[in-house]
C-alpha cells in the first residue's frame, strides 16, 4: 500500500493484473522472480532467499529486469541489484518488564519446509528440534503458534505436501504438537504476553536476510532468540536480541532466559526501544522501503528525476 501510495503521487497505478481488465499495464513489477511475460519494462522485489525460491538468485532472468531490488548484499555486489530491506511499519518498543508477561517463551511460525532437500542452513528443521526439547524438558514454560502444526513436520519437495493432505484425511489419532495452541489473527497479543520468543529465519548464514520476525517481537516488548542472518549485528545493536548461536544446547539457552533477573530484563527492552527510535531501524521502515522503491521505478520509466 504504501509503494503504490508512493507512486500515486507522480500519476502511476500499482493494481493487481486481474484488476486491468482489456488494458494494457505500462509496466509490472513481481514480488520474487519469475518468467516476463509482458513487453514492458518490469521490477522485481526479491522478498525471499534461492533456497526457498530459486529463481531469486537466477542471474540470467534477474539481468531481463530494469531494476531489481533485494537484502540480498551478493547481488548488489555483482550489481544486480538496488539493496533495500525487508519493510516493517515498526513502532516506540515497550519497556514493561515482567508483569504483565506470565509466559515465558513462545513461537510463532507456520509448518513448513525448504522445496529442497538442504540440512546445513534449514532453519525450518532446526524450530522442530527447538520446539520437541521445549515440549519434552520445559512444557510449562512453552507455547507454539502458527499454522499447520496439526500434522507431522512438514517435509521439504511434494513429498511434504502429499504427507499432510494423507495425514489430514485420516482420524485425528496423534497429537503431534502438543505445545501447539492454534493459528492466530495477528502476534501482537501473544508476543506481549510473553517475555521471550524463538525467532528464526528460514535459513541461516546469509548475509542481510532479515525478514520482519524479529521486528514483530521489538514492537511487542518481546525479546528475541534471534538465529538466522549471519551479519544481523551490522544491522541492529547486539544488546536487543538474544543470539541462539551463543549457546551450545537449549538446555543452556533454558537456564539463561529462565535465571534472567527483571533487571536484565528491562536493560534488553530499553535497548529495543532505543534502537527502534533511531535512524539505523529506519532503514527497514515501510516508509524508506517506498520511497527507495519508488524513486528507482519512476525514475527508471522517466516519470520523475532520482
Known sequence: MALRNELRLHGADLL???????????????????????????FAILTECGLVHPANVDERLLRQYRVVFTWNPDLVEKGLA????????????VVDGYGQRPQ?????????????????????????RAIR?????APQDFALYG??????????????????RAERMLPRIVRWFPSWRGAIPAKAPVLRHARFSLVFENVSGLRGYITEKIFDAFCAGNVPVYWGAEDVTDYIP??????????????????????????????????IAEFLESEAAQRFSVQRFARTVGDEILSALGLCSP
Open 104 to 128: 515465558l517463551l513462545v513461537m510463532i511460525a507456520a509448518n513448513k519446509a525448504l522445496p529442497v532437500w538442504r540440512r546445513a542452513q534449514d532453519l525450518y528443521r532446526e524450530r522442530v
Open 16 to 42: 493487481p493484473l486481474n484488476h486491468l481488465g482489456s488494458r494494457k499495464p505500462a509496466f509490472v513489477v513481481h514480488v520474487n522472480a519469475q518468467p516476463i511475460q509482458h513487453e514492458v519494462p518490469a
Open 82 to 93: 538496488t539493496q533495500i530491506h525487508l519493510a516493517h511499519p515498526l513502532g516506540r518498543g
Open 238 to 271: 547486539q544488546d536487543c536480541f538474544i543470539d541462539r548461536r551463543r549457546f551450545a544446547s537449549y538446555a543452556e539457552l533454558y537456564h539463561y532466559l529462565h535465571a534472567m533477573p527483571e533487571a536484565r530484563y528491562l536493560t534488553y527492552q530499553r535497548s
Open 147 to 164: 499454522r499447520g502444526w496439526d500434522v507431522s513436520p512438514r517435509l521439504p519437495a511434494r513429498l511434504g505436501g502429499l504427507i499432510h
Open 133 to 137: 526439547w521445549f515440549e519434552r524438558h
